[in-house]
């Protein structure tokens, strides 16, 4: 859990805590899927799958290793996951100004399909959170 919660505070500027990720883990249909170069981790994913349906919960990727197609891995690797354990349909939330992942999960195929208003709060203020939805194959 500590070393999510390092990769995570290097990703965010609100990371979570290890316990926090230790919490989240223990939550039915929870799981994780990390990548990694010689024991060192460089990014992860966190879903939760429910009632056919998997929630990306968070992904981070070390800002050493942007740009380099490993959150693109992350994600196509959670997908496929969650569909063999039965999700049908993929939902996370980005923050609005977040553009490079919003572009990632675009060329995913997950599409906009709501606002959550004032969801982040940031240093200027509290910014919208869009929620995108990917249907999974089969």
């Known amino acids: 859990m500590a070393a999510l919660a390092a990769l995570h505070s290097r990703a965010f500027d609100e990371a979570w805590d290890a316990a926090s990720f230790a919490r989240l883990l223990a939550m039915p249909g929870a799981f994780a899927l990390l990548a990694h170069e010689e024991g060192a981790p460089l990014g992860f994913?966190?879903?939760?799958?429910?009632?056919?349906?998997?929630?990306?919960?968070t992904i981070a990727v070390d800002p050493d290793c942007h740009r380099k197609g490993l959150g693109r891995a992350?994600?196509?690797?959670?997908?496929?996951?969650?569909?063999?354990?039965?999700?049908?349909?993929?939902?996370?939330?980005?923050?609005?100004?977040?553009?490079?992942?919003?572009?990632?999960?675009?060329?995913?195929?997950?599409?906009?399909?709501?606002?959550?208003?004032?969801?982040?709060?940031?240093?200027?203020?509290?910014?919208?959170?869009?929620?995108?939805?990917?249907?999974?194959?089969?």
């Open 45 to 57: 994913v966190l879903v939760r799958l429910g009632g056919g349906e998997a929630e990306i919960i």
């Open 74 to 138: 992350l994600m196509n690797r959670a997908g496929a996951e969650a569909l063999a354990r039965g999700a049908e349909v993929v939902f996370l939330e980005v923050a609005e100004d977040n553009a490079p992942a919003i572009g990632l999960y675009e060329r995913l195929g997950f599409a906009p399909v709501g606002r959550r208003p004032a969801y982040y709060d940031r240093p200027g203020g509290r910014i919208a959170a869009i929620s995108m939805r990917l249907d999974l194959p089969g």
